[in-house]
Each structure stands twice: as structure tokens, then as C-alpha cells.
């Protein structure tokens, strides 16, 4: 039995931007996936337990119906035993990762289940090889719309600032709180959204670009010194224009007036492609519980998370 | 008796950014604010009935209690009277332009007390010099603060376009609903916002400032063409750069998303300073009454403008 979890992640800011080449920064998160392999002679056996919003669930490949959070994770765990052409096994996932909401979950899956399989079978894979064989099987998996930022932060955990590329980026922890709207979003046509109004008004989406990019970089040093009011003034600046970009939604745009007025926020703004999904808000010093109780009082579920956590590992029970 | 009539205005696209000296485009409206002046041998009475928040209110110069709303109006007729050094006279006010909401009611009541007092003392003043008057009282007025925008609106009507100077522009006219807040904004300390914020994230704030520009010259001919659902675009493109400056409220963005999502807008926006006061709407072809409902629902009130409306005029019945 082998046993591997990774780490789910936030964009922090530089979302839809960063496909023109500007910064974009993103954290790993202490909501992880885990995923475990055993033998299964004669048989693929995939087990989804506990996915964060629909519980239990249990499959055959060719087998029964699924929950929808299901058919999510096993797609993922298929296309990495197709990858490695694995048979007789038995797959089993957790995770505490809400699927869809714009948080690396289906990464931390492929991740978490390349990271098992190189252990079951001893191939020998870096952590490198890791991150790049993930990337592809997600692409794959999502028909060529990959981020390499979803599986660099779970496979290598921390921070990691992407522009063309993805570099690794050493600063503190942040604590942040989570709303969610519990509506799935299409990362694809939110992306395709953003590309139409590009082509329409190139002179109005590029300085909208340019000025995302300036705030990921200004971001750096704000969370190294922890400038915790600043940040919190950049991601309201960054909500804005993710808003101007079309992809904000009233239920998202309902939880970032809730945690800055209700929950006196210093910040807040929707993360990920956005159309659905999540926001983050920046919390002030001090007990959380009113900012959480205001996301839900807007029809939000509401968590605590903390950025820049480790990445995939091997389970020590395995 | 003398009585002149003006129209309030809507800033159309542009607001803030307009400082940094990117165009701005604004319209004329079929709102009014109408002045009648009267001679009355020793005393100095201004009359204000039926304002369009707070009903009626009647005032001594140096006399009693009036309602907020009064006072507003007050203030701009006094301070009118005392650059003319007149004295002996009636004002009566009539407007149904919302004070305080951005919509350019104190630059209306102001052109149209210059505009009777330069009838009623034949003093021979040109339009031109009736705007230019009208701005200075209202900067004055206003502690420094005065929109050219909307003083050249109400004198000449029609639409402009603001640059570092005011330009007519010949456009045909709309048709929006404006969906107001019914909270009052104080236009002084968002534009102080919006400069701070410049000048701690410029590298932010230019872009946002230059995408703005670039909304405002694009919208021209797209309302001269009339493509209305290009307009909508713009109007939802600017108002997400109006939220990354801060001056949008959780009750402005309720009103944007109730028009765009419930009323099936084209496009919604913030109009003039924000932090309160109006949004507009670009409504579908066909009946209103779903869009203004959506408003209702969303705790607004609302209301159908035409824009590109006539400038000051003097009313036959004088």
C-alpha cells in the first residue's frame, strides 16, 4: 500500500492575466488530497471517500453511477493509470479540496496519485518530472487547458510566482478565509471570455493586464514584510479589475462586500477563473469567526486556510 | 417674473480617470431643475417646492429649519444672488433632479438662477459666460470642487466630452434607467480616494486611468451607430475599473448586478463620484418595466432619462 497527499492552492493575485505574460502569484493551501494505491490483481478499482462536498461514493471504471464530485476525481486518477499503463490496482482518493471552486483540487489528485504510482512501482520520477508528467495528464484530462501553477504548488508546495514560466518563491505563511458560493464554474469559458474582450478592445484589456501584473508584483514584498493592510488594498484593486473582465458573478460579488463590510476584512477578492468558485478575504489580526459568520450569512460556505503549506508527500502510514 | 429651466446630467463613461486628463463623456438628461425669480421690495426669499426627495420646504435666508435636501438647494441660489449682489427678489426652485446622487443637480439650479437673473437684469451675458459664471459659483460653493462637465451640460444640453477641457459633441440620443441608491455620496472624499490611491500604486492606477480613456473614446461612435450591446459591454468593463478604484458600495454593485442579471440589461455601471448616488443602465429594446422592477427588488428606486437633452432655456410661461 502507498500512500501520497498533496496540497490544493490559491491564486493570490494575476488571474486571467497572467495568460498575456504579466505576474501572476498563487500559494499552496492546507487542504490536501490524498491518494492511495494497493494491488488489486484482475481489477482497476477507483474509491472516492469524504470529497469535500458530496461525501461517499463508490465506482468500478466501467462500472456504476457517480456522484458528480466523483466522476471529477476519477477522471483525473484514470488518466494517470492510462499514463502509466497501470492494471490491477486499487485507487483510493480523499480529499478536503472542494472540486471545481477554482482551487487545485483535480492538480492535487493527479498529483498526489503520479507521486503514489512512482512510489509503488519504483519508477524513479523527480519531483520534477512529477510536477511536468501532472501537468500533461491534467491538460489532457481538461482538453488542453492545463495551469502549471495548480500542479507546480502541489507537487512543491509554498509560493510560486508564473509569468511565462513558474518560479518557486520563498515568503511567510498568510492566513486567509476561504467563501465559497457552491456554484462549479467553467474555468474554459471564463478563460474564453477574458481572450473575446481582449480581441474586441485590445486598448481597454491591456492596461487592465498591465495593472494586474504591477499588483502581483507589488504583492511580493508586501507578504514578505507582511503589510497586511496593503495586501488587503491590492486584492480589493485586483477584485475590481477581475470584475472589469467580466468574470465576477453577483453571488462572488455579494461575498466580497460581506467579508470587507460585514466582517471588516482588509481585503477581498474572487480567486481562480471566477464565474463561480470562491473568494479570499484577508482577515484582520484576531478571531476570525465574525468575517466566517458574514460569508455564510451571503449564502456562502466559509474556511480558514493557510498559504505557502508543503507540498506533495509521501503518507508515513503507507 | 423670470423663470429658466436646466437639465441635470449622467457621466456616461469616464468618471475619476477624467482628473488625470483621459476623455470623459457625459449627457444632458430630461431632468430639470427650474428657477423663477420675483421682485419682492426688502427681502431676499428663496422658495423651494417639490424637491424631488423631500417634498416641500420654505426658507428665509436668515430664517428657519429646512430639510437637507433645502439646503442644498439654498446654498447654490444664495451664493448665486450674493455674485450679482441682488437683493429684493423671490427665488422659487422646482427641480426633479435627486439631489446629491451625481446626477448634476446643483450645477442645474445654478445655470438656471444665472440664467433668470441675467434675463431678469438684462445684463446681457452669453451662454458661454452663463457656464463659466454657473462653474465658478458651484466650485465655490463646493470648497474648490466644480465639475465644468456638468455646468456646461446644463447651460448647452446635448453631450460633452471632458478632456483638460469641455467639448460639445453631437450624438444621438439614449434611452437608460438609473437606478439610485437613495444614499447620499459626498463626491469630495472619492475623489480624494481615488488620488491616494494613485499616488500609492501608481503603476496600478495609470493603466486603470489610460483602459478608462480608452472606454470613453471607443464609446462615441458606438452611440452614434447605436450598438447598444457593445455599449453594455463598455458600460460593464468601466464599471469594474470604477470598483478597483473603491468607489463602488456593496448597494451600487447590488443595483448593477440586479440590472444586468434580473433586468437583463446590456450593461450597468456606477455613474458620477460613486461611494453612493446612481448606477445606469442600458436597457434592451422593449418595455422597461422588468429592468426598473429589478432596481426596486435590489432596494433602489429607478427611473427612465433620456440623454443628449436640451441645455438651459427660458420658460414661455415668464
Redesign the interface.
Known amino acids: 500500500m502507498t500512500t501520497a497527499s498533496a496540497p490544493g492552492k490559491i491564486i493570490l493575485f494575476g488571474e486571467h492575466a497572467v495568460v498575456s505574460g504579466v505576474a501572476a502569484l498563487g500559494g499552496a493551501i492546507d487542504l490536501r488530497a490524498k491518494v492511495t494505491l494497493q494491488d488489486l490483481p484482475g481489477k482497476v478499482l477507483i474509491e472516492t471517500e469524504d470529497l469535500a462536498l458530496s461525501g461517499f461514493s463508490m465506482d468500478l471504471i466501467t462500472g456504476q453511477l457517480m456522484s458528480s464530485d466523483a466522476v471529477h476525481a476519477t477522471r483525473y486518477v484514470s488518466a494517470a493509470l492510462r499514463e502509466f499503463e497501470i492494471r490491477d490496482i486499487s485507487v483510493k482518493i480523499e480529499s478536503d479540496i472542494p472540486p471545481a471552486a477554482g482551487l487545485g483540487s483535480s492538480a492535487a489528485i493527479v498529483v498526489a496519485t503520479v507521486t503514489a504510482i512512482n512510489e509503488h512501482l519504483g519508477l524513479g520520477l523527480s519531483r520534477k518530472e512529477i510536477a511536468s508528467t501532472a501537468y500533461h495528464i491534467e491538460k489532457r484530462v481538461q482538453n488542453g487547458l492545463g495551469s502549471q501553477m495548480d500542479t507546480a504548488l502541489a507537487t512543491f508546495g509554498g509560493y510560486c510566482r508564473v509569468t511565462r514560466e513558474v518560479q518557486p518563491i520563498d515568503l511567510p505563511q498568510l492566513d486567509l478565509i476561504v467563501g465559497c458560493t457552491k456554484m462549479s464554474h467553467d474555468t474554459f469559458s471564463e478563460v474564453e471570455k477574458v481572450q473575446r474582450?481582449k480581441e474586441?478592445?485590445p486598448?481597454?484589456?491591456e492596461?487592465?493586464f498591465?495593472?494586474i501584473g504591477?499588483?502581483s508584483e507589488?504583492a511580493v514584498p508586501l507578504i514578505r514584510e507582511q503589510e497586511m493592510s496593503?495586501l488587503g488594498?491590492?486584492m480589493?484593486?485586483?477584485?475590481?479589475?477581475?470584475?472589469?473582465?467580466?468574470v465576477?458573478?453577483?453571488e462572488l460579488?455579494?461575498l466580497v462586500?460581506a467579508a470587507r463590510?460585514v466582517g471588516s476584512a482588509l481585503g477581498a477578492k474572487l480567486t481562480g477563473a471566477g464565474g463561480g468558485g470562491c473568494i479570499i478575504a484577508l482577515p484582520q489580526t484576531g478571531p476570525r469567526e465574525a468575517l466566517m459568520a458574514a460569508l455564510r450569512q451571503a449564502r456562502g460556505s466559509a474556511f480558514a486556510v493557510k498559504t505557502g503549506c508543503e507540498g506533495v508527500r509521501l503518507e508515513s502510514d503507507s
Chains 1, 2 share one sequence.
Not at 480589493?236 to 467580466?246: M, P, T
Request: charge should be negative; aromatic fraction near 6%.
Open positions: 474582450l474586441c478592445y486598448d481597454v484589456v492596461p487592465i498591465q495593472a504591477a499588483i507589488r496593503r488594498e491590492l480589493n484593486l485586483n477584485h475590481g479589475l477581475l470584475e472589469a473582465l467580466g465576477c458573478t453577483r460579488s455579494e462586500y463590510n
